[in-house]
């Protein structure tokens, strides 16, 4: 049996800034790189990765990265899916959470917001990725990505209806959790 663990994207210029970013690139921030930074030194003592995969969206892949690093695990061994970027949320993406304090993915209003991915869509996502990795030999795997998309993997992975995904605690930045 596989051991699973999630970690979401070190903070992002755009969390930072109260910025919602969705689908949209936003590199760390230097608070970001620090917490990346802390992550790495505590998988170094607590935990040993066979595989790491990250989302290809920046902020995500240089937690990964940063992770990495300071764990002695190759960079080029990182394997990027793009099944786990974050969900694109349409109109309300580059926009002030105070512009839009109940759309911005971690509430159910999200889904009334023009041009957001539709809840199905981000749930086969993730039931792909599932697949993907239950097929890969390795024991010990280390997701990094998107609050919304880890939420949603954390659905997908107990067969609960996509949205329950907004009952899911939304995950800090940087932080480990095991789910398998």
């Known amino acids: 049996m596989q051991k699973l663990y999630i970690l979401r994207h070190g903070q992002s210029q755009a969390n930072a800034d109260h910025v919602i970013a969705g689908s949209h690139e936003s590199p760390l921030s230097e608070t970001g790189e620090r917490q990346a930074a802390y992550a790495g030194d505590t998988a170094r003592q607590f935990f040993t990765f066979d595989l790491i995969v990250s989302s290809p969206m920046g902020r995500a892949h240089q937690t990964a990265a940063i992770i990495a690093q300071r764990i002695g695990y190759p960079h080029?061994?990182?394997?990027?899916?793009?099944?786990?970027?974050?969900?694109?949320?349409?109109?309300?993406?580059?926009?002030?959470?105070?512009?839009?304090?109940?759309?911005?993915?971690?509430?159910?209003?999200?889904?009334?917001?023009?041009?957001?991915?539709?809840?199905?869509?981000?749930?086969?996502?993730?039931?792909?990725?599932?697949?993907?990795?239950?097929?890969?030999?390795?024991?010990?795997?280390?997701?990094?990505?998107?609050?919304?998309?880890?939420?949603?993997?954390?659905?997908?992975?107990?067969?609960?209806?996509?949205?329950?995904?907004?009952?899911?605690?939304?995950l800090e930045n940087a932080v480990f959790y095991q789910v398998l």
């Open 76 to 170: 080029e061994d990182i394997v990027l899916l793009d099944d786990l970027r974050e969900r694109n949320l349409g109109d309300v993406e580059g926009k002030d959470y105070s512009q839009a304090p109940h759309h911005n993915g971690n509430y159910e209003d999200a889904e009334n917001v023009p041009g957001v991915e539709p809840i199905e869509e981000l749930y086969k996502r993730m039931e792909t990725v599932l697949k993907t990795l239950q097929a890969r030999p390795e024991k010990t795997i280390l997701v990094v990505a998107h609050n919304g998309c880890l939420r949603m993997l954390k659905v997908a992975l107990s067969n609960d209806p996509p949205m329950s995904m907004y009952s899911q605690p939304r």
